[in-house]
């Protein structure tokens, strides 16, 4: 079946730190991926998405690349911001295709604490 | 209104009441959504409404477990006779629909209802 994982938290960083997530997936056909972010007492965001191969996804500093050949899509920022500490996930959608109901499938998600 | 929203957001309940969530989609979306989060199980799809309609109940845990949507808007998750398992955080989701691109199928998530069962 259709599954994701990611690597286990918590992860803790100092401010201005380099971050990576990793997120790899099983899934037939080509899924869309995404990264959702949840801040503390808030709902689930979504961060950034990817839906074919070799695309990249960005969003505040956050990047993430659709790699097919090692089915992952790893969560990188260059410099971590007390901001940005938060639980991200990952996920994917295999939208319609083929009757799919465009459910999202997640990661156990990660816990990042960004220390001033 | 301008976002998904859930009610009641904190819910306490004893085991074997039976309990409704309600959810608000996006003004204008026909695609919604409910997700579990539980400390054991992660992020757990439970049910798909495109408009009034459910093609996906496969998340569903048990048959205590029911949703319906009214008017392709509101929509309320019940669970009958309640156990300690059911402890979890319910988050309801919405999308202008379930297909097309993706741009019309992103999911907007409310900010959940804690339910406690003692």
């Known amino acids: 079946g259709n599954s994701v994982t990611q690597m286990e938290g918590p992860v803790t960083l100092s401010e201005e730190a380099f971050l990576t997530i990793n997120c790899t997936y099983t899934a037939t056909g080509y899924p869309s991926l995404f990264w959702y972010v949840q801040y503390p007492g808030e709902g689930l965001q979504l961060l950034l998405k990817a839906t074919k191969a070799d695309d990249k996804g960005s969003n505040k500093g956050f990047e993430a690349t659709y790699r097919k050949e090692t089915t992952s899509f790893h969560l990188e920022k260059g410099s971590v911001q007390v901001s940005d500490s938060a639980v991200y996930f990952c996920a994917l959608s295999k939208g319609n295709y083929g009757g799919a109901t465009n459910k999202l499938i997640f990661g156990t998600g990660t816990l990042l604490a960004v220390q001033p | 209104g301008a976002g998904v929203s859930q009610s009641p957001s904190n819910k306490v309940t004893e085991k074997g009441k039976d309990v409704e969530l309600r959810c608000d989609p996006i003004?204008?979306?026909?695609?919604l959504y409910w997700y579990r989060q539980s400390l054991g199980q992660g992020l757990e799809f439970l049910i798909y409404f495109q408009g009034n309609s459910a093609p996906d109940k496969s998340g569903l845990p048990s048959d205590r477990f029911s949703a319906e949507r009214t008017g392709g808007s509101v929509s309320t998750l019940t669970i009958q006779r309640t156990q300690q398992e059911d402890s979890a955080v319910y988050l309801c989701?919405?999308?202008?629909?379930?297909?097309?691109?993706?741009?019309?199928?992103?999911?907007?998530f409310g900010a959940g209802t804690r339910l406690s069962v003692l």
């Open positions: 003004s204008g979306h026909t695609a």
């Open positions: 989701a919405s999308s202008p629909t379930a297909g097309g691109t993706l741009a019309k199928n992103i999911q907007y």
